[in-house]
Each structure stands twice: as C-alpha cells, then as structure tokens.
C-alpha cells in the first residue's frame, strides 16, 4: 500500500446494533432501537466479514464497563476472519503490563501480526471507580505513561527493570524476544497531561472529529512536541446517494431519539472529567438545535453517544472530499463506523473508500 494512502479501519458495535446510536461503553444511552441486533459472535462476525471484505485494515473495540472482554472478543473474531487487523482497545493500570504485553504477543504470533492496540486512560471517574480505580485525572495518566514504556519495551523484545511511581517491574521479558510483528499502540486524550504522554509514548494519537481548524491546531501542536508521531481520526458516516439522502437519514436519526436518553447521556457526560468528552459536548451544548458545526460535519451522534459523537454527512463525493480535506491536515487514519455497521461497512468501502483513494491519488 502507498505510504500516502490513509488506512481506513471501522468499528466493532459489541453492545449491540441497529439503524439509530446509543451508548457504548456504558448502558446509558443504549436504547431497543440501537441494540436491535444482539452482539452475538454470529452477528459481529458478520461485521467483521463485512469490514475485511470491504477492504479495511482493522476493526476496533470499545472498552468499558458496558462492554464485553475486547481480548476474548477479537480472539473469537479473529478465527472468523483470514486477514482484517484487530485494533484492541484496554484500560491502562488495570492489569500488569507484563501480562498484558504477553497476551498481546499470543494474539500476534497466533493470527499472524494482526494486532494493533488502543492504550485507554479513562475519563469517567465513577466508572473507573467502578473497577477499583481511585485515581484522579492527571494521575490516570502518569499510570498509562509508565504501563506504555513497559509494554513497548517488552513488545520490542527487551528485558526491562521499571521503577515508577504506579509500575515496578523487575526481569520483565517474553518467552521468545524475537520479534516477528510490531504492535503499534494507539492513544487517545485531548488534555494537557494525554498529549505529553502521546509525545512520549504513541505512535498514533488518536482524535475525535472535531471541525477541520481544531484538528489542525491539535495536530500542530503535538506534532511540535514529537515530529514522527501520527494522526487517527475517528468519525461516523452517514454517506448517500445523494447529499439529500444522506441528510434525510441524519433527520430520522435526530427524530427518533428518545428525550430521556439525551438527559440521561448528557447528564452522565458532564460529570466526566475528560478533556476530549469536554470537547465533543461543546459542539452541540446538549441541543438538538444547531447540529452542523462544519461543513457536512454533523453532531447529532453525540447527543446519546459518549466519546465520538459526530458524523460526517452528505453524498459519497462530499464525505470523500471531507475525509481528503482531514489528509491535507496530517490525518493518516480514520476510524469509521455507521448505524448498522454490518450494511455500512460495505457502503462506505465500496463507495467513499475508492474516491478517497482517488483524490489522494490525483494529488499525489
């Protein structure tokens, strides 16, 4: 593959499917509409299926207390696929580095390097102490800073003594410190104490769909900090036919969902203490009133969904012109996914993937 072609992945629905969104690491928000179909291995291998036929790289998982297992998830899944990569979201501190670099090194010998994973901080306080986790925001992250450095060096083959203030490790190391795959880690998080562990830490920071001026000022910002570090974008897609389709689909969307879902989404998101959730709340306020915040960039998805909740909306031209517009920002992934992930996964990768791919070309 062209170094300058953006991989495209899409996303696992492991709380279940169906036409509208709804909550995904937690119940709340979740409604019979948007878990019509039961997130069985039957159906999310259908997804995955879907996904690896229409030409993407990976699929990632969500992880969360509403979520099932992401490791025994996409350890099933992969035996249901040949070659689509699994983007494996996990908690950071929540388990010892060591082991987590060593299930990581069984999924990668064992499906042959299809693995990437997503390094997850938390934003949710009374979710983390769901867990048992009484941290506080910026010390979540000074735990993921040292959990990142340990498991890069024992993915790498090293043998490690760490000493930190959240992981001591003494005579780490894997069985076999050959190392046949790279694991790159993907990390996400929008306040100052995330972006100083990306610039140390990631290989991909991974953004929010914000309008195009945000990302750029983000992306400029860390590229300052770290030069060699790369960009993911995770958005929704509602691409059509035609522009007023796609919009048309966006209106049923808004109109079915429940009051009582927003109030209780929003209610649960301002209490977060994520920079990143700050941010995507931000552009709607908690109304459904005013939802285009950029040109075909939409946010009715946040009002129910945590963590991404925009959509890029309008006809395959458009959506494949705003996603090159990302590129030309610094943004070399996206992370896509539409209502219901089985159907869309063919729509966006038969459609908007081909003229992306077109109008990356042409400009090379």
């Known amino acids: 593959m062209p170094e300058n072609r953006p991989l495209l992945h899409w996303f696992l629905p492991t709380g279940g499917d169906g036409r509208d969104p709804g909550g995904v690491t937690s119940v709340q928000g979740r409604t019979g509409a948007a878990t019509r179909r039961r997130a069985d291995i039957g159906y999310l291998a259908q997804v995955a299926r879907a996904a690896e036929q229409a030409g993407f790289t990976s699929l990632l998982t969500p992880v969360g207390l509403g979520c099932v297992d992401p490791w025994i ?5 992969s035996q249901h696929t040949e070659r689509i990569g699994f983007l ?6 929540f388990s010892s580095p060591t082991l987590l670099a060593q299930q990581a090194d069984a999924f990668r010998r064992f499906t042959g390097g299809r693995l990437r994973l997503n390094v997850v901080t938390g934003g949710d306080s009374v979710e983390q102490r769901s867990y048992g986790d009484q941290l506080a925001h910026d010390q979540r992250y000074g735990r993921t800073d040292e959990v990142m450095a340990v498991l890069r060096d024992l993915l790498d083959g090293k043998r490690i003594d760490f000493q930190g203030q959240h992981v001591q490790v003494e005579g780490a190391q894997l069985t076999d410190p050959a190392v046949e ?3 790159p880690l993907y990390f996400g998080g929008a306040s100052d104490a995330a972006e100083a562990v990306a610039a140390r830490r990631a290989d991909v920071q991974l953004l929010w769909g914000e309008p195009p001026a945000a990302v750029a000022e983000r992306v400029e910002r860390l590229r300052g900090r770290n030069p060699s570090l790369r960009f993911g974008l995770r958005l929704h897609v509602i691409s059509r036919d035609t522009a007023a389709e796609a919009w048309a689909e966006a209106d049923r969307i808004l109109a079915a969902m429940d009051p ?6 929003q209610e ?8 990143g959730q700050a941010r995507m709340t931000a552009l709607h306020g908690g109304s459904a009133d005013g939802l285009t915040v950029a040109p075909n960039l939409w946010a009715g998805i946040g009002l129910v969904r945590e963590g991404a909740g925009t959509a890029l909306v309008g006809s395959h031209d458009e959506v494949a012109r705003r996603l090159h517009e990302y590129t030309e920002l610094g943004i070399s992934e996206f992370i896509l996914s539409g209502y219901p992930h089985l159907e869309e996964a063919f729509r966006v990768g038969e459609e908007v993937a081909p003229r992306l791919r077109r109008l990356v070309g042409a400009q090379a």
């Open 260 to 265: 009582e879902a927003i109030r209780a989404s």
């Open 181 to 183: 795959f790279k694991v």
């Open 73 to 77: 998830l996409t350890s099933a899944l």
């Open 268 to 275: 649960r998101f301002a209490r977060m203490d994520s920079t």
């Open 88 to 93: 494996v979201a996990f908690r950071a501190g």
